[in-house]
């Protein structure tokens, strides 16, 4: 009950990422056109964190770029590969067509999840939501040149130069790149650069006015079918995101605690392990009681795969981090933790 409460009204770091990893379920359970609004504050958040970590972890390490990707891959792609495997599993017993599409070509499909690009380019995806981790991994290959340009320009020239690398990704039609997302990944570094913070208060009011208008949304279709059209669909996501935004800065700076940093794992695990689950609903039990069935199965999936696959490449990852730590700085650097700098 104290967990729910949490995710009633999300006030720690974890808490919130999982209620937005939840809010991406709900988008994909129901079809309600709210999924890319989340995905925004991750991206957002990811900004923010990668920006801090890089300072405070990174900078002392031997080759540091090299150790931040290779670190920020090895917290992404391991999931992403297991949750393909379960997404072609499920894909196959349904008779999905997303089977026979990957099934012609296997090599691109393998390679894709294994480096974590290229996934967002796929014709079908056996993980829905994974062509973010594409997105995020661009963004890991581009962060220390972003940090860099963002600890040296003012917060207006950022946020121009970002919402300008935005606007031409769009226009030359770049579709689901970094590029796309550019201007909300600066955003996030520069509230970092400059501690930009927000209120619980502010932050509790931003997200009970998302959750309504989504409920508005839905009562007044009439007015003009928010969910019919790209346009309609991405601006109204991009105001949920707006009004979600000062939660994810008002959580962010909040200290976590055991139940909150357990959350935060799960936000991971529920966002890239419900996909499969997804499929095998809908072909095979549309109704509520699959939805509880199938809830309760990726619950008992998700608990599993971070006792037995998360925590234990997470440990290993964060000593190999710690190992790349400079003469006379390792101690330090083994202190940091840049587990939250992820997408979810």
């Not at 300072?55 to 080759?63: C, G, I, L, P, S």
């Not at 599409?101 to 294994?114: K, W």
């Not at 009439?222 to 105001?239: E, Q």
Request: hydrophobic fraction near 60%.
């Amino acid at each position: 009950m104290a967990t729910l409460g949490r995710l009633a009204w999300p006030r720690g770091p974890g808490a919130f990422r999982l209620w937005l990893a939840l809010l991406v379920v709900f988008h994909h359970v129901t079809r309600v056109e709210v999924g890319m609004a989340p995905v925004l504050v991750f991206f957002m958040l990811s900004g923010f964190w990668v920006y801090r970590v890089w300072h405070a972890r990174y900078v002392a390490t031997r080759n540091p770029w090299l150790t931040f990707v290779v670190s920020r891959w090895w917290r992404i792609a391991p999931l992403l590969m297991l949750a393909s495997v379960l997404g072609f599993m499920a894909q196959y017993a349904t008779g999905d067509v997303g089977w026979s599409i990957a099934r012609a070509m296997p090599l691109r499909e393998a390679l894709s999840a294994v480096f974590a690009l290229g996934y967002a380019d796929l014709p079908q995806r056996a993980v829905g939501p994974g062509w973010s981790l594409d997105i995020e991994m661009q963004f890991y290959l581009l962060a220390p040149l972003l940090v860099a340009l963002v600890s040296r320009v003012s917060a207006p020239m950022a946020l121009a130069l970002g919402l300008t690398g935005t606007c031409l990704a769009i226009v030359g039609g770049a579709g689901l790149s970094f590029g796309s997302f550019a201007f909300v990944f600066v955003l996030g570094m520069v509230a970092a650069r400059h501690e930009w913070q927000a209120g619980m208060a502010l932050g509790s009011a931003g997200l009970l006015a998302a959750v309504l208008a989504v409920v508005v949304a839905q009562m007044v279709r009439p007015w003009g079918d928010i969910w019919d059209g790209d346009g309609k669909r991405a601006a109204f996501n991009i105001v949920l995101a707006v009004l979600m935004a000062p939660c994810a800065l008002a959580t962010a700076r909040r200290k976590t605690d055991g139940t909150d940093a357990v959350m935060g794992d799960q936000s991971y695990l529920v966002y890239i392990l419900h996909w499969p689950f997804v499929t095998l609903l809908r072909a095979w039990a549309p109704g509520l009681w699959g939805f509880v069935a199938g809830a309760g199965v990726l619950v008992a999936l998700c608990l599993a795969a971070w006792r037995w696959v998360d925590r234990p490449l997470e440990g290993v990852r964060r000593a190999w981090v710690a190992g790349r730590g400079r003469a006379g700085e390792a101690g330090e650097t083994a202190k940091k933790d840049d587990s939250a700098a992820i997408l979810a």
